[in-house]
């Protein structure tokens, strides 16, 4: 097995962290990539102000996440609760004992690369690893690693490769951290890094939760689910735009609905419940028992209560999943989109597309009376405002 060990204050993890992470993988064909956050590291102190340790591995795992590589990338967080400064030569012995017979790999940017002769126990890390160095800038070429290389390969013999970094994103995490209280600097963060520091009001940050903006509202959302649901999210967003405007409903409070239907996706049944009940949302037995139906009512009360979103919003949300008789425009809209969007791949969603641009109300019974088959094939309970909603829209009725 061939593991990349990548470690760093990642303060914040960006898009140059990413991208070299991609170009370490497919250079040197790693069956692992592991994320390796700082707890107190040795060659730096942490900028004042800095976010916690648990702040910065969460960031990273989410930053990690965004590759899309669940197979193959791991955040370790041995050096957060490690007592002490963290010395990479510690981390990789126990990186070998973690993964016995495994070809190790450190990867490092320039700056590193070309002080890595000056660190704790050089010739410890060197025997451990082999060294894979990407540059951070354009000028970082051949000119900058090959007599460093040369260095290290004469005095530890040490096995070591450099690479190009396609896409290459320059910026630090230094640069970031003058930008982020200014309001700049979203561009060098992957969305939900970004909606992560404005959800903890990380460097300096202070946003209004009830007054984002559209793109600001993305990032946050993105940062509350994994990066294999955003696929979804932004489909089940631009087919609520493309219905909006089909049907005449706001493209924009559409688009907001579907930006957030999914926020509370990945919460577990209790924090679910614990939402509900916090907010005075009431549920019947079968919503207490199924994280499915409970995503749409705890992620209502977080648009309405924490992004101030209106009842219309509210309501769309909480039957996104459902469905019920007698539903307004933008929940049919949101239902709908969330049903069909392009992602969705199943035999009857054609049909189901067709519909939803020449006979909406046709679409949402059609959508009511597909749940109603899914539940009776898997021997599961049917919701009751399903129900309702395939006798109010699914034999013929007219809202």
């Known amino acids: 097995m061939k593991i990349g060990i ?3 204050s990642f303060n914040p993890p960006h898009l140059g962290h990413l991208a070299a992470a991609k170009a370490a993988v497919a250079a040197l064909g790693l069956d692992k990539l592991v994320f390796v956050p700082a707890g107190i590291p040795p060659h730096k102190d942490l900028a004042p102000g800095s976010p916690t340790s648990e702040q910065r591995l969460e960031m990273t795992r989410i930053a ?24 990479t030569a510690d981390t990789l012995a126990l990186a070998a004992e973690r993964w016995p017979g495994a070809e190790l790999w450190l990867l490092m940017g320039t700056d590193m690369f070309l002080t890595l002769h000056r660190w704790r126990e050089p010739e410890k890390i060197l025997a451990l690893a082999g060294v894979c160095a990407f540059g951070r800038t354009e000028r970082d070429g051949e000119e900058v690693f090959a007599p460093q290389r040369e260095l290290l390969s004469r005095a530890y013999n040490a096995k070591m490769t450099t690479i190009a970094v396609p896409g290459l994103v320059d910026v630090s995490s230094t640069r970031l951290r003058e930008l982020l209280p200014q309001g700049g600097g979203r561009e060098f963060l992957p969305q939900a890094v970004y909606g992560y520091i404005l959800r903890e009001k990380l460097y300096g940050t202070n946003a209004d939760f009830k007054h984002l903006s559209m793109e600001d509202l993305r990032c946050v959302s993105y940062s509350m689910v994994f990066a294999k649901r955003l696929a979804h999210i932004r489909g089940c967003e631009e087919e609520a735009a493309r219905l909006a405007n089909r049907w005449g409903a706001d493209e924009e409070r559409m688009r907001r609905a579907a930006i957030l239907h999914d926020c509370t996706k990945y919460l577990t049944l209790q924090e679910h419940l614990d939402i509900c009940d916090r907010y005075g949302i009431e549920l019947c037995p079968l919503e207490r028992a199924t994280d499915k139906l409970l995503h749409a009512k705890s992620g209502a009360a977080l648009a309405r209560h924490i992004f101030g979103v209106d009842d219309g919003i509210y309501n769309a949300i909480l039957y996104h999943t459902t469905a019920r008789g007698g539903m307004s425009l933008e929940e049919k809209l949101l239902y709908i989109a969330d049903y069909m969007e392009p992602c969705r791949n199943f035999p009857e969603v054609g049909e189901l597309r067709r519909l939803a641009y020449t006979d909406l109300d046709g679409a949402v019974g059609m959508g009511a009376s597909l749940s109603m088959q899914e539940m009776v094939q898997r021997d599961k309970e049917l919701h009751h405002d399903t129900q309702a909603a395939y006798e109010f829209y699914g034999k013929g009725n007219q809202a």
């Open 6 to 8: 990548y470690g760093g």
């Open 64 to 87: 990690a996440d965004q590759l899309l590589l669940p197979d193959i990338t791991e955040v370790w967080d041995v050096e957060i609760h490690r007592e002490g400064k963290s010395y």
